[in-house]
């Protein structure tokens, strides 16, 4: 497996060519593709927030869709009671994420592999509960309803087009601060962690430190992708932030390639489309072709679609 | 003066006191090496320093202070350098990656979230590199390296981050004997300020190398002394070099 950080020309051509296609796709797309295209993107800042954590650090969370749900209703209940402003909203979103986080994590990471996987679950569905069960913020299982549409500056974020440009500019920023980060060298002491915790405490790294760093920010852009989720759709419902949404992000990130930020975005997009695209128009039956397509996934190319798009010189 | 010291290190795994009472002493810039039969405690002896055990008794000094209840990091950070005795390094990277995450810890900024590269980071990797004679292998995937190269890389990881005591244990563990020479160079020229503990089976490389000798038995220090004193010890003959009773080395001796 290459370990080096994905910034080299090649990609980075690649990324911009996909990016000026994202960027006017609007232009010529229908408004419900466009829409699922929104989720798409909405949902790989969350596989790509879930990345940092599992492929970078080795810490498999199974309980990502909390800090998500976390900046949803943050982003919510700030739109609905204090401030319509688009920047604002997704700050405090970004910040309910990372709290979230540094509560759990602090717990979570002393832990180590199985028992780090069932402690973000359990943390993940306590955080369900409380949606569920918090009526006066979260509006409980109706879940919280009439977000009003949030504005950037005079313009207001109504009509589906404006929603994805500002979903994909958002998205563009925070994986560009993802990338940044996992090529810095704050990135390679989260690989050396992943690669032998023991010997980078022998080298005198405090682990724990880094390892809760890297759960904060994680949090941080998975609550930033949740409050773009309550931007566009304009309603959160427990749902958003639980079990079900964690297995997912960790499937996108899996079937990705782990430790590889495009890989999770390919994932995102493949899992959207079945989930809801595909699942549509067979009945339903979403969720049985996720799980072969993550079987066959597993089996085929276990680095993952980035694994398999890599050159041959590069594996 | 001495760098690093311990007075009645005991480690006890239920019955069995792997490390009994040793007592020892590593002057500034010292070449000591600690040998023994297969379980007489050396390999827990090194954990119990470098901290990776807590002991069940006993004390250990860093330039006069305590360390005895910090942390394996925290002893790291003040200058305890360390390589096992089964390689353990970071495989998905390439050799330079773990020199420089090493190095990185002490030189450089491991938290800074940008990417950027410090100068004085690469020239101690390449420098280093080059120590081991590893230049040129840089780029190479430690999965790719030979084990030969591997136990090379373990000296450079443990030395970039300058270490004041170097517990090495047993490096030239499967070495051939061309790789072992070059290790033993490798060791031999190592900066004088740094105190050297070393776990070795290769007694020419111990008897090269060595100024001190300690000799362990069933976890107790058997005798302490300059390696001509160990070589010609009855006693150490009968544990560790093989002319005594095969049971001598299981059975504690009785007291005389």
């Not at chain 1, 002393?110 to 069960?133: I, N």
């Not at chain 2, 050799?95 to 950027?116: K, V």
């Not at chain 2, 069933?218 to 010890?233: I, K, N």
Request: aromatic share 6%; charged share 15%.
């Amino acid at each position: 497996m290459s370990s080096t950080p994905a910034l080299n020309r090649r990609s980075l051509a690649w990324a911009a060519i996909l990016l000026a296609t994202l960027a006017v796709a609007p232009l010529w797309l229908p408004s419900y593709p466009l829409v699922t295209l929104t989720r798409i993107l909405v949902f790989a800042l969350l596989a790509v927030s879930l990345d940092v954590l599992v492929g970078y650090t080795g810490l498999p969370s199974l309980g990502h869709g909390a800090y998500f749900g976390a900046g949803a209703y943050a982003a919510g209940w700030v739109a609905i009671h204090m401030t319509q402003s688009a920047t604002l909203t997704l700050l405090v979103a970004s910040a309910s994420g990372a709290a979230a986080a540094a509560i759990a994590g602090s717990v979570a990471v002393r832990a180590q592999g199985v028992f780090f996987l069932m402690l973000t679950l359990a943390l993940g569905e306590m955080a369900h509960q409380l949606a569920e069960s918090w009526q006066e913020v979260t509006g409980g299982s109706n879940g919280l309803y009439g977000i009003p549409a949030v504005h950037l500056g005079t313009i207001v974020l109504l009509s589906a087009r404006a929603v994805y440009w500002w979903v994909l500019s958002t998205f563009v920023s925070g994986v560009a601060v993802l990338g940044c980060v996992a090529a810095s060298p704050f990135g390679e002491t989260l690989r050396g962690i992943r690669d032998n915790e023991g010997r980078m405490r022998a080298l005198g790294y405090r682990v724990y430190h880094y390892k809760l760093a890297a759960f904060i920010l994680s949090g941080a852009f998975a609550g930033m992708a949740g409050g773009l989720l309550a931007t566009h759709q304009r309603l959160v419902t427990p749902a958003d932030g639980g079990l079900g949404t964690s297995t997912l992000a960790l499937f996108a990130v899996i079937i990705g390639g782990e430790a590889s930020l495009s890989g999770a975005c390919l994932g995102a997009a493949l899992v959207v489309l079945i989930r809801d695209s595909l699942g549509a128009s067979l009945g339903g039956r979403g969720p049985l072709v996720l799980g072969v397509v993550f079987v066959a996934v597993v089996y085929l190319l276990p680095s993952g679609l980035a694994g398999a798009l890599r050159p041959a010189w590069r594996r | 003066m001495t760098t690093l010291s311990c007075v009645g290190l005991c480690r006890q795994f239920g019955a069995l006191r792997a490390v009994d009472g040793v007592d020892l002493v590593l002057p500034e810039g010292s070449r000591h090496a600690l040998i023994g039969p297969n379980g007489a405690g050396k390999s827990t002896l090194f954990r119990l320093l470098a901290g990776g055990l807590r002991p069940s008794a006993g004390r250990i000094f860093l330039d006069g202070g305590d360390i005895t209840h910090l942390a394996e990091t925290r002893r790291a950070q003040l200058g305890i350098g360390q390589t096992f005795q089964h390689s353990s390094l970071f495989l998905s990277m390439a050799a330079s990656e773990n020199i420089r995450l090493a190095a990185q810890r002490s030189l450089g900024r491991p938290w800074w979230p940008l990417p950027c590269s410090f100068p004085t980071v690469r020239e101690r990797v390449e420098q280093l590199l080059g120590a081991v004679g590893l230049s040129g292998r840089g780029e190479a995937p430690v999965a790719s390296l030979s084990h030969g190269e591997r136990r090379q890389l373990e000296v450079a990881v443990a030395l970039a981050t300058r270490p004041r005591v170097l517990l090495l244990d047993e490096p030239a563990a499967g070495l051939s004997p061309a790789e072992t020479a070059r290790l033993s160079e490798l060791i031999a020229g190592l900066p004088r300020d740094v105190a050297l503990l070393f776990v070795e089976h290769d007694l020419d490389l111990v008897f090269r190398l060595a100024t001190q000798v300690t000799v362990m038995h069933l976890g107790a220090v058997l005798m302490q002394g300059t390696p001509e004193e160990v070589r010609v010890s009855p006693e150490v003959q009968a544990a560790y070099l093989g002319t005594g009773q095969r049971e001598d080395l299981f059975l504690p001796r009785e007291p005389e």
